[in-house]
């Protein structure tokens, strides 16, 4: 077992030579910081062999073609998939839309049902919002419970032939909750129904086993595991993908094309139209195969201590309270302090060089069940400390006799 050293993994990250103050980042369910790895492969493609992929056959054009295809290779490999089922997007909100464009709206009827949860990210819900006006289904949503929890005790309150499509938030990104995503796959399934995962959270953090979870659909981002912003990436079981049409059309994604009609490519290929997101994919392969060294399983115990310790620090201090109360969580906590609007508060943090989020994180019915209007949230990665945990509560202490 490998113990993380942060202090040692920040010199991989130029960002923390480059800042002549203290600084302290706590906004990494937002975005994280970029290593030194992940900078250089993308000035590598520009400076080295910046040229379109697929068909090219001079040089520089074999070789880009190889980067980005062996970044999806290496993807596929980091979540247990095939390379055909892994889809390049520019992101998790892209991903979860190309799903309900391209198969929710070709295959949902107004007899139909779409079960999403009140936990969700707001690009884990509006789609499925928009596709049950296109197509006449019935939304329907599996509530929170007070410890943050998702209410399965009945899940046949839920999950029944009605149902269809399933979308369910694998760890939330304002209450850490880490939902028990194996279970409610194989209850979608159970009656018949298909499901997407959003994995935006959890892969940075956590294993992700593609072919142990038998989702049907699972999106994650690249910006939120050390990879650039601006790509993302959409696994599809090949079977279904297959049976889907395009979500755009243009070039690449077809096989032959008249006057009047055209075939479409292989998958991925197929969802994949035009130009691609080239320098960000190849970036992406680099930032899994960082990740892979430092170890999955290392990351997330040390999220795990992180949060427990920021957790145990947060609750000795007066007038401020904790959001979310499951023991099993990610590293995101997100709180409010008596007398002090999130705004306020992370406006004297970031005088400390300490950097939060304050908001309502895209979530507004979770804002809604918790009856608050936004609430302030800090979460962790691998180069943050118990000393910035010290520094962080210091400041939050401070600013909370300010506002007495």
Partial sequence: MKILDPIQIRKDFPIYSSIDKPFIYFDNA???QRPTVVLNKLNNYYTQYNANVHRAVYAIGEKATQAYEGARERIASFIGAENSSIIFTKGTTESINLVAYAWARNNLSSNDEILVTEMEHHSN????QLAAKATGATLKYIPLDENGALDLNDPDKYFNNKTKFVAVIHQSNVLGTINPVKEIIDMAHDVGAKILIDGAQWVPHGDT?????NADFYAFSGHKM????GIGILYGKPEILDEMEPFQGGGEMIKSVSMNDATWNDIPYKFEAGTPNIAQAIGLGAAVQYINELGVDNIHRHGEKLTKYAMDKLNQING????GNQKERGPVISFEVENIHPQDLA???DQDGIAIRAGQHCTQPIMDKLGVFATSRASFYIYNTKEDVDI????????????Q
Avoid at 392 to 403: L, Q
């Fill in 125 to 128: 819900l509006v789609p499925w």
């Fill in 392 to 403: 962080f509560c210091e400041s939050i202490e401070k600013t909370a006799s300010i506002f």
């Fill in 209 to 213: 086993d593609l072919t142990h979870l």
């Fill in 320 to 323: 401020l309270k904790i959001h």
């Fill in 347 to 349: 406006q004297f943090l």
């Fill in 30 to 32: 937002a975005t994280t």
């Fill in 226 to 229: 050390l990879g650039p912003t």
